[in-house]
Protein backbone atom coordinates (compact mmCIF):
# COMPACT_ATOMS: atom_id res chain seq x y z
CA UNK A 1 0.00 0.00 0.00
CA UNK A 2 1.42 3.34 -0.90
CA UNK A 3 -0.33 6.61 0.87
CA UNK A 4 0.70 10.07 -0.56
CA UNK A 5 -0.65 13.00 1.58
CA UNK A 6 -0.01 16.56 0.16
CA UNK A 7 -2.14 20.22 0.67
CA UNK A 8 -1.99 23.11 1.16
CA UNK A 9 0.73 24.54 4.63
CA UNK A 10 -0.89 24.34 8.15
CA UNK A 11 -3.52 21.88 7.56
CA UNK A 12 -2.30 18.86 9.39
CA UNK A 13 -0.29 16.54 6.54
CA UNK A 14 2.57 15.85 8.92
CA UNK A 15 -0.08 14.90 12.19
CA UNK A 16 -1.90 13.12 9.59
CA UNK A 17 1.06 11.29 8.29
CA UNK A 18 2.99 10.20 11.87
CA UNK A 19 0.00 8.65 12.86
CA UNK A 20 -1.13 6.56 9.89
CA UNK A 21 2.35 5.95 9.91
CA UNK A 22 2.83 4.60 13.54
CA UNK A 23 -1.02 3.28 13.67
CA UNK A 24 0.10 1.31 10.23
CA UNK A 25 3.58 0.09 11.91
CA UNK A 26 1.48 -0.89 15.33
CA UNK A 27 -0.62 -3.09 13.67
CA UNK A 28 2.39 -4.63 11.80
CA UNK A 29 2.92 -3.28 8.68
CA UNK A 30 5.99 -2.33 7.96
CA UNK A 31 5.94 1.26 7.01
CA UNK A 32 8.40 3.68 5.32
CA UNK A 33 7.80 7.29 5.96
CA UNK A 34 9.33 9.76 3.46
CA UNK A 35 9.55 13.23 4.39
CA UNK A 36 9.27 15.97 1.50
CA UNK A 37 8.92 18.99 3.30
CA UNK A 38 12.59 20.40 4.55
CA UNK A 39 11.50 20.84 7.92
CA UNK A 40 11.96 17.52 9.84
CA UNK A 41 8.86 17.73 11.72
CA UNK A 42 7.69 14.18 10.63
CA UNK A 43 10.93 12.40 11.89
CA UNK A 44 10.08 14.26 15.85
CA UNK A 45 6.88 13.06 15.13
CA UNK A 46 7.02 9.25 14.19
CA UNK A 47 8.99 9.35 17.33
CA UNK A 48 12.78 10.00 16.15
CA UNK A 49 14.76 11.43 19.34
CA UNK A 50 15.97 14.66 18.83
CA UNK A 51 19.92 13.84 18.33
CA UNK A 52 18.49 11.45 15.53
CA UNK A 53 16.41 14.29 13.41
CA UNK A 54 19.97 16.28 13.80
CA UNK A 55 21.74 13.87 12.05
CA UNK A 56 19.16 13.42 8.72
CA UNK A 57 20.63 13.06 5.47
CA UNK A 58 18.61 13.71 2.64
CA UNK A 59 18.76 11.19 0.06
CA UNK A 60 17.65 13.36 -2.91
CA UNK A 61 21.05 14.45 -4.83
CA UNK A 62 20.85 18.48 -4.42
CA UNK A 63 24.14 19.52 -6.43
CA UNK A 64 22.24 20.74 -9.23
CA UNK A 65 19.14 22.71 -10.30
CA UNK A 66 17.07 19.28 -10.52
CA UNK A 67 17.21 17.01 -7.61
CA UNK A 68 17.19 13.34 -8.49
CA UNK A 69 17.67 10.09 -6.43
CA UNK A 70 21.26 9.10 -6.94
CA UNK A 71 21.86 6.70 -9.49
CA UNK A 72 23.01 3.01 -9.02
CA UNK A 73 21.88 2.83 -5.81
CA UNK A 74 19.37 -0.21 -5.50
CA UNK A 75 16.43 0.32 -3.55
CA UNK A 76 17.34 -1.80 -0.13
CA UNK A 77 20.71 0.20 -0.35
CA UNK A 78 19.16 3.61 -0.64
CA UNK A 79 17.06 2.56 2.40
CA UNK A 80 19.92 0.84 4.54
CA UNK A 81 21.99 4.27 3.98
CA UNK A 82 19.12 6.75 4.27
CA UNK A 83 16.39 5.04 6.48
CA UNK A 84 16.31 5.97 10.18
CA UNK A 85 14.15 3.37 12.40
CA UNK A 86 11.95 5.03 14.75
CA UNK A 87 9.30 3.14 17.48
CA UNK A 88 6.45 1.06 16.07
CA UNK A 89 8.08 -0.27 13.09
CA UNK A 90 8.13 2.76 11.15
CA UNK A 91 11.43 3.66 8.74
CA UNK A 92 11.93 7.79 7.74
CA UNK A 93 13.70 8.72 5.28
CA UNK A 94 14.12 12.67 4.29
CA UNK A 95 13.86 13.54 0.82
CA UNK A 96 15.18 16.80 0.44
CA UNK A 97 16.81 19.77 3.15
CA UNK A 98 16.46 23.66 2.49
CA UNK A 99 19.89 25.02 1.85
CA UNK A 100 19.40 28.27 1.74
CA UNK A 101 15.98 30.68 2.40
CA UNK A 102 13.11 29.84 -0.39
CA UNK A 103 15.51 26.86 -1.41
CA UNK A 104 12.90 24.42 0.07
Known amino acids: MRVGISGKGGVGKTTISAVLSRTLGRRGRRVIAI??????????N??????????????????????FVPRNLSPSTLLGEYGY????????????????????
Open 35 to 44: DCDSDPNLAA
Open 46 to 67: VGLGEEMVGMLRPFLDQSGEVR
Open 85 to 104: HGPDNVTLMLAARAEKAGSG
